[in-house]
DNA sequence: CCGCTTCTCCCCCGCGCGGGGGAGAGAAAA
DNA sequence: TTTTCTCTCCCCCGCGCGGGGGAGAAGCGG
């Protein structure tokens, strides 16, 4: 085996990344050739340091894992990119995978898996952690069965009946007529499965179609 | 000074622990004595190695944090415990606080903030994350104001609210007349400043008054 | 004993809302 | 081009519900 994997860890944990390095130096084929606490400067350096592979946590301060590994995909999409996460699979995966990003671990991961992983994708394979495979299938499939496709504007609406507005002011507030908003509320509730309004919008919170401000 | 502080890490993320084991061993007066990595082998290590300090994550398999916490706090009343956590404060940090859990920081804490928080813990001291500490202030404050005190029936008639039941049938359910509920469900909205009951059932909910079975 | 709270029950009124119709315009799909 | 979907708007009906009263019984604490 030639040349060593050059490895650059951006994390704003510094326990995190000691350890990881600890761990990856403990490999005679991997290299830490640099650390960075968010990603602007975990951007700079790769940049500069032109690793062969980033190791990057989603959430950072100033800029997160996401927006550092999009950036980065677009100016050097030769350098691979892992993701590291928590033990939740953000929904941001998704958006990720999309884009292309080759590694996905939760923090979790044993060491020896870790580096069997760092492999993976440096040799041109996608390494996704079970759990991250397992929701992007599942985000895959249940498009067609029955998830309830309520039209935009429809979501609109049912956003407007969790709050205290009457159909009357959120005509207002949405420049159209009351009967109109009376309309499609009838089709959000017989689309939901509802037998009124304060039902509809309980329902839409347990299955995550909204989300309440607080 | 004498002997070094003689200190257990339980985390279930091996790169914690070599991380938070190699930030700890560069200071001189302590000494990381074992690691574990789940509440039950920590239990185990605690009791048979009686370190002074216990540095225990939140989250883990088998065992989590709360309850080792909680089951050492009975057992072995004299080794202190700082609990680690994920950016995101957890409520049930409220109950660990108020078992008498001295210490509570986040992963993100600098290490020598954390050297500082051990100190602090083992000298008898509380060692509070600032978001933690106003979790707490939050949660202690709006208790006297005026947390808005509903009678156990109001209660009880609340939670019905957040069914699809109507008033009459609510009272057919608690066997009382419908306007005995109808009197309940005046008093409750006025109590709530809600002017509906939609409203009433969402303001319920993000106050923790009552929970969705979903 | 008297006041206060809680739980129970009753009346009336008017509006919000659910359910049943129908219809036209524009865009997208077949 | 014809059909289908989406958004818009309209009518009528009846019940659920919010808001305003009042009242009696039981229990608690001053």
Known sequence: MADPIRILIVDDH???RKGLAMVLRLE???EVVGEAENGRVGLEAARSLTPDIVLVDLV???MDG??????LRKSNPLIKIM??????????VLDLVAAGIEGYVLKNIEPVELVRAIHAVVHGEAYLHPDVMKKVLERMKPQQP???SLTHRELEVLEWMATPNTYKQIAVQLNVSEETIRSHAKSILEKLHQP???QAVLAAMKTKLIKLNG
Chains 1, 2 share one sequence.
């Open 28 to 30: 005679p084929d991997l």
């Open 83 to 92: 993701m590291l996460t928590g033990t939740e699979v953000d929904d941001r």
């Open 196 to 198: 009124n309004r304060a």
């Open 146 to 148: 029955h998830a309830v």
């Open 60 to 62: 950072m301060p100033e």
């Open 66 to 71: 996401q927006e550092m590994a999009l950036t």
């Open 14 to 16: 510094a326990v995190v």
